[in-house]
């Protein structure tokens, strides 16, 4: 992991990354993925089960459509709130100044790719109504 940062980061942004407080980074990380993975593999099943129900013709047991509102809301408000948290309160504190502008970038990146997600999610979930 650190050979693959450190080529596109300089070098004094590497040092003490993983060592001062990266770990709560890392954790956030780590549940937003399997935060997402969640998601996306809840929203083939409940596409898969739809499509079970109208082969056989029957009517699902119950409506899913306030489940995947709140999992959609939480995509929609909790990752926008962890890169504010971040960059105002993280990076301020523990961050290094001349590092501003590769965080900035990654902060980027992970937005691009949230929208994506939400995307996907909203499709998926409520892509047929």
Do not use: N
């Not at 993975?37 to 409940?46: E, P, T």
């Not at 029957?58 to 504010?84: F, M, N, Q």
């Amino acid at each position: 992991m650190k050979t693959l940062l450190a080529e596109g980061l300089p070098a004094e942004c590497m040092t003490g990354t993983f060592h001062s407080h990266g770990g709560v980074a890392l954790a956030v990380t780590v549940v937003g993925l399997a935060g997402a993975i969640y998601s996306l593999a809840k929203g083939f099943s409940w596409l898969r089960e739809e499509a079970g129900y109208r082969r056989t013709g029957h009517h699902p047991p119950e409506d899913r459509r306030v489940a995947k509102s709140w999992l959609l809301g939480l995509w929609v408000l909790l990752p926008p709130l962890w890169l504010y948290v971040e960059d105002i309160f993280l990076y301020r504190h523990y961050g290094k100044a001349a590092c501003f502008d590769s965080f900035r970038y990654a902060q980027e990146i992970v937005a691009r790719g949230w929208l994506v997600v939400v995307a996907v999610l909203t499709f998926l979930y409520f892509g047929k109504e």
